[in-house]
Nanobody, 123 residues
Framework: QVQLVESGGGLVQPGGSLRLSCVASGFTLDYYAIGWFRQAPGKEREGVSCISHSDGSTYYADSVKGRFTISRDNAKNTLYLQMNNLKPEDTGVYYC????????????????WGQGTQVTVSS
């Protein structure tokens, strides 16, 4: 069974930090474009940060540039998202995703998804 499992979400105060992890099983992340997406209530799922399979380049949404860092550990088949200086608008369910042919950091290009982990930023 091909699956992705996220962890690391929680409730934090504005300005706090969280590190999300995503472990892949049943396939090798190194062979896919991979990324993090989030969805707030009443809003579309949006790309937060992605890593291209073609050249390893990274993408960050304007709203998170300078605060979030995406990385991966191929040996552990794991994807990470370090989130610093969190803001209330970062609140949402965060999903990791993989797509063999994904060329943009948008949800339609990804076909394998984790179950999501809740991130709530509130004082």
């Amino acid at each position: 069974q091909v699956q992705l499992v996220e962890s690391g979400g929680g409730l934090v105060q504005p300005g706090g930090s969280l590190r999300l992890s995503c472990v892949a099983s049943g396939f090798t992340l190194d062979y896919y474009a991979i990324g993090w997406f989030r969805q707030a209530p009443g809003k579309e799922r949006e790309g937060v940060s992605c890593i291209s399979h073609s050249d390893g380049s990274t993408y960050y949404a304007d709203s998170v540039k300078g605060r979030f860092t995406i990385s991966r550990d191929n040996a552990k088949n794991t994807l990470y998202l370090q989130m610093n200086n969190l803001k209330p608008e970062d609140t949402g369910v965060y999903y990791c995703a993989a797509g063999r042919w994904a060329t943009r950091c948008v949800r339609h290009y990804y076909d394998t998804w984790g179950q999501g982990t809740q991130v709530t930023v509130s004082s």
